[in-house]
């Protein structure tokens, strides 16, 4: 069993800064891929960043530049780092734990960028 919480959304303006957090418990952080995604209303869920295990991380063309993921073994913890932010960037955020058989995910957190 693998809980993930994530933390962090809110109002900000364009051109501003957000760090969302995610707090896993239940297994062994470590080896889990981690991974942020966004869905808007009415868009599909699409992946934003992930991080795996050792290390390696990729993003979305769209935040490339401007988004940074990374993780926290010791507090089990996986961040985005948002910066230069657009109104095209609102949307839920979800936190994705890739742990075999099957992947987990948080309730989600409400990003959204004034214009």
């Known amino acids: 069993q693998v809980q993930l919480v994530e933390s962090g959304g809110g109002l900000v303006q364009a051109g501003g800064s957000l760090r969302l957090s995610c707090v896993a418990s239940?297994?062994?952080?470590?080896?889990?891929?981690l991974a942020w995604y966004r869905q808007a209303p009415g868009k599909q869920r699409e992946l934003v960043a992930v991080v795996t295990s050792g290390g390696s991380t990729n993003y979305a063309d769209s935040v490339k530049g401007r988004f940074t993921i990374s993780r926290d073994n010791a507090e089990k913890t996986v961040y985005l780092q948002m910066n230069s932010l657009k109104p095209e960037d609102t949307a839920v955020y979800y936190c994705?734990?890739?742990?075999?058989?099957?992947?987990?995910w948080g309730k989600g957190t409400l990003v959204t960028v004034s214009s």
């Open positions: 994705n734990a890739q742990v075999f058989p099957r992947d987990y």
């Open positions: 239940g297994y062994v952080f470590s080896i889990y891929t």
